[in-house]
C-alpha cells in the first residue's frame, strides 16, 4: 500500500475509543495540509534533505529548527537557506537567514529562531540555491502564554528500535492532536543488525541496522541517526510537531550510568570517548536548548498550566544500578548487605547539581502541574520475592516454558487467595502465608526503584503540588500512583509503551491467556499499580488544564504492517 493510501486507511480507521467505536482523529486538518504541500516523493540522487526536517524546544518565543543535507559533490558552498513563515504558501515570509554547513556537524543545521509569538503555528522550510534543491515543509508551534491556552496536549513516546519493527506508533502520533512530543529517551538502539529486536518475524521487514556492527565511533552513530531520520513515519511526524527530548541509555549503550555501561565492553575502546561521541552526535540530531552538551535536563513553562521538568536519569549523575545477582550466596539472599546498599543515603540517580536543581524549580514552581519528564520509572513496583524469583527463572530461561508458566500461575493464584483471606478478616492466616505476600522486592533496579532515598527527596521538593512523572524505558505501560515511604499518595505516574521495543510479551509471549492474568497479577498485589498493559505498542496523550491531567493510552494493532488502527485501552484523570 502506498504511503498516501496507508494515511487514508490510518485516517478513517482509527480507534479512539475503547472497544468499538471508530472515530477519525480532530487533528487531521493539519495533517492533511502538510500532505499537500510535501508530495510522497522520497528525495534521490547524490544530494537533498534526505533526512526531513524537525522542530525542537519550543518556547513563548523562540524554537530550534533543524534539517540535513548531503551536498553534491561538486558543490562550492555549502550553504543552505532557511526560511519561517506564518503561512504554509510563504507569502508572509518573517525570517530568511543563511546557513554554513560541513563536515564538523555532519551537515545537520539547527537555528534557534526567536521573537516569535506565543501560541502560534509557523511554516519553515530549508533551500539549497547550488543544487536548486528545497526540503520539505515543517510545521511547528510556540507554546502558550499565561491565559492563551485551556488545555495543553502531549504526546509521551520512547524507546524506537528500528529493527524491531516498523514506527506506525509515530504514524499515529503525528495524526493526534498533540500540541508537542514529549521523547524520553531511546530514540535509536546501539546494537548491530543482528542483536537486540530481531526474529524470523523482524527480519522479513528488512530493517536491519546500520552500521551492521554495534556502533562506537562518530561515524557509526551518525549512521545510526541518519537511518532512523529516514524512516518515514518518523519523518511525518518531526515535520508537523515539535519535539522536547531526552536521551535514556540506548543513545550511548544499554544500561548505561555516569561513568560505565553494562553493554560496554572488553575490545570496545575507552568508554568515556565512546560516550562523548554519542553525546555529540544526539546534539547534532535532536538539538536541546542547553549550554553544556552533557547537562540536557531543563524546564519548559506551558502558558501556567503545565511546567515541564525534563530530566536526565541516566548518566549525568547516576551511580551504578545495583543487581540481585551481586547478592547471592549458598543460602539464598543476602538481604541485609542489599538493603545496605539499596537505602544508602548517598546514593544518587540525579547527581547532587541536577537534583538540587530540580528542587529548586519544584519549590518555585507556580503553574498548576509540575510535570517530570523521567526516563525511568519513579513509582514503587514492588512484587513477592517468589514471583520476581520466578520470572527471573523464565527471562533467564528464553523461553516461557510450560513447567515455569504453570509455576508463576499457581504463585499468582495462591498469593491473591491469601491476599483476599487477608483483607476479609480471615483468623487462619498464618505468618508464613502473610510474609509470603509481604516479603517484596522492587522488579526493577534500573529504575527509580534502586535509587528509592533520593525519591524521597524529590517527592519532598514537591512539597504537596500536583506532581505528574512522564515516563517510558520498560516498553510496557503504567499507570500508578506515586507513594511515599509514609504511605501518602504525592502524584500520579503515567508510563508509555514503546514505539516497536517488545515488552513483556518478550519473556511469556504474546498469548492473552497468559499476558492477560499477568497484568491482573500486576495490578492486584502491585501496590498503587492501577493499570499496565505488557504486550502492545503504543503512546501516552496526557492532557493538562487547570481543572485536570487527563492521560490516555493509545496502542496500535500491529509493527509489522503498514495497514493499522490505534485503540484508546484506558483512560485516568487527576484532578
Given at each position: 500500500m502506498s504511503a498516501v493510501s496507508r494515511r487514508k486507511f490510518i485516517r478513517n480507521s482509527i480507534i479512539v475509543a475503547s472497544g468499538t467505536t471508530l472515530l477519525p482523529l480532530s487533528a487531521c486538518t493539519e495533517e492533511e495540509k502538510l500532505d499537500e504541500i510535501n508530495p510522497d516523493i522520497t528525495p534521490e540522487g547524490e544530494y537533498g534533505f534526505f533526512e526531513g526536517v524537525a522542530s525542537f524546544d519550543p518556547t513563548q518565543s523562540q524554537v530550534i529548527l533543524w534539517t540535513r543535507y548531503t551536498p553534491a559533490t561538486n558543490e562550492k558552498a555549502n550553504e543552505v537557506t532557511l526560511e519561517v513563515a506564518t503561512d504554509k504558501d510563504f507569502s508572509n515570509v518573517i525570517s530568511n537567514e543563511k546557513v554554513i554547513i560541513d563536515t564538523a556537524s555532519d551537515y545537520t543545521v539547527n537555528v534557534d529562531v526567536k521573537g516569535l509569538q506565543s501560541n502560534t503555528t509557523y511554516y519553515y522550510r530549508f533551500s539549497n540555491t547550488f543544487t536548486n534543491t528545497i526540503s520539505p515543509i515543517g510545521m511547528t508551534k510556540t507554546l502558550p502564554a499565561s491565559g492563551e491556552?485551556?488545555?495543553?496536549?502531549?504526546?509521551?513516546?520512547?524507546?524506537?528500535?528500528?529493527?524491531?519493527?516498523?514506527?506506525?506508533?509515530?504514524?499515529?502520533?503525528?495524526?493526534?492532536?498533540?500540541?508537542?512530543?514529549?521523547?524520553?529517551?531511546d530514540y535509536i538502539y546501539e546494537y548491530g543488525a543482528v542483536g537486540y529486536g530481531v526474529n524470523e518475524l523482524t527480519a522479513s521487514l528488512d530493517r536491519f541496522h546500520e552500521p551492521k556492527g554495534e556502533i562506537l565511533s562518530i561515524d557509526d552513530y551518525r549512521t545510526r541517526y541518519r537511518q532512523y531520520r529516514q524512516d518515514t513515519q518518523l519523518q511525518k511526524l518531526h515535520q508537523s510537531k515539535p519535539f522536547i527530548c531526552v536521551w535514556d541509555d540506548h543513545e550511548i549503550t544499554n544500561d548505561a550510568y555516569k561513568d560505565g555501561a553494562e553493554n560496554h565492553n572488553e575490545g570496545e575502546g575507552d568508554y568515556e570517548t565512546r560516550k562523548a561521541y554519542a553525546l555529540q552526535v544526539w546534539h547534532e540530531y535532536l538539538p536541546a536548548r542547553v549550554s553544556d552538551n552533557s547537562k540536557i535536563y531543563r524546564s519548559f513553562d506551558f502558558g501556567g498550566i503545565v511546567d515541564l521538568h525534563m530530566l536526565d536519569t541516566r548518566i549525568i549523575g547516576r551511580e551504578k544500578q545495583l543487581e540481585y545477582s551481586n547478592y547471592f550466596t549458598e543460602s539464598g539472599i543476602d538481604s541485609a548487605k542489599f538493603l545496605a546498599d539499596w537505602g544508602n543515603k548517598n546514593r544518587t540517580l540525579l547527581g547532587i547539581e541536577q537534583r538540587g536543581w530540580l528542587a529548586g524549580q519544584l519549590a518555585s514552581g507556580t503553574a498548576k502541574w509540575q510535570v517530570l519528564g523521567s526516563q525511568v520509572l519513579m513509582g514503587t513496583y514492588t512484587i513477592p520475592i517468589e514471583l520476581l524469583q520466578i520470572v527471573a527463572a523464565i527471562a533467564a530461561s528464553g523461553t516461557s516454558s510450560s513447567d515455569l508458566l504453570l509455576q508463576y500461575q499457581k504463585s499468582v493464584t495462591e498469593l491473591l487467595t491469601i491476599k483476599k483471606r487477608i483483607a476479609l478478616g480471615d483468623p487462619t492466616v498464618t505468618a508464613e502465608e502473610t510474609a509470603r505476600l509481604t516479603t517484596v522486592l522492587p522488579y526493577n533496579l534500573?529504575?527509580?526503584?534502586?535509587?528509592?532515598?533520593?525519591?524521597?527527596?524529590?517527592?519532598?521538593?514537591?512539597?504537596?503540588?500536583?506532581?505528574?512523572?512522564?515516563?517510558?524505558?520498560?516498553?510496557?505501560?503504567?499507570?500508578?500512583?506515586?507513594?511515599?515511604?509514609?504511605?501518602?499518595?504525592?502524584?500520579?505516574?503515567?508510563?508509555?509503551?514503546?514505539?516497536?521495543?517488545?515488552?513483556?510479551?518478550?519473556?511469556?509471549?504474546?498469548?492473552?491467556?497468559?499476558?492477560?492474568?499477568?497484568?491482573?497479577?500486576?495490578?492486584?498485589?502491585?501496590?498503587?499499580?492501577?493499570?499496565?498493559?505488557?504486550?502492545?505498542?503504543?503512546?501516552?496523550?496526557?492532557?493538562?488544564?487547570?481543572?485536570?491531567a487527563k492521560a490516555d493510552w493509545h496502542f496500535i494493532n500491529d509493527i509489522f504492517t503498514e495497514d493499522i488502527t490505534t485503540v484508546t485501552a484506558y483512560s485516568t484523570s487527576v484532578n
Open positions: 491556552a485551556s488545555d495543553i496536549k502531549m504526546a509521551v513516546v520512547s524507546c524506537a528500535n528500528y529493527q524491531a519493527g516498523l514506527f506506525n506508533v509515530y504514524g499515529a502520533v503525528a495524526l493526534s492532536d498533540a500540541d508537542v512530543v514529549v521523547h524520553l529517551g534500573d529504575a527509580w526503584d534502586g535509587y528509592p532515598v533520593e525519591r524521597e527527596v524529590i517527592y519532598s521538593a514537591a512539597g504537596g503540588k500536583k506532581l505528574i512523572s512522564l515516563a517510558g524505558d520498560t516498553h510496557n505501560a503504567w499507570n500508578s500512583n506515586l507513594i511515599d515511604a509514609s504511605g501518602n499518595t504525592v502524584g500520579e505516574e503515567f508510563a508509555t509503551a514503546s514505539v516497536s521495543s517488545p515488552g513483556f510479551e518478550g519473556i511469556f509471549g504474546s498469548n492473552p491467556s497468559v499476558i492477560e492474568p499477568f497484568e491482573q497479577a500486576n495490578v492486584a498485589l502491585i501496590e498503587g499499580l492501577k493499570y499496565t498493559d505488557a504486550s502492545r505498542r503504543g503512546f501516552v496523550l496526557a492532557t493538562f488544564s487547570n481543572a485536570s
